[in-house]
């Protein structure tokens, strides 16, 4: 770590819990790497299936609604 960092976390002990901060920090970035992981793996699921036209949805609800 560069010894202006050190001297700035020393400085700022009494207002900072640096163990705090840097456990929030990771638990943090853990749930992060945990949605990216799900992302990716819904996105492996979802891959092989056909896709359907743009708009598809919207319009069969306005049907269905309309009662055509």
């Known amino acids: 770590m560069p010894d202006e960092v050190k001297r700035e976390m ?3 002990r009494k207002e900072v ?3 705090e901060e840097i456990r929030e920090f ?3 970035r ?3 790497e945990k949605r990216k992981e799900a992302v990716g ?3 492996e699921i979802l891959r092989p299936l ?3 036209p743009r708009g598809l949805a ?3 609800v306005r049907e269905s609604r309309d009662g055509h």
């Open 10 to 12: 020393e400085r700022l």
């Open 17 to 19: 819990k640096w163990s």
């Open 26 to 28: 990771l638990r943090e």
């Open 30 to 32: 853990i749930e992060k």
């Open 41 to 43: 793996r819904a996105e």
């Open 50 to 52: 056909p896709t359907r």
């Open 58 to 60: 919207s319009r069969m």
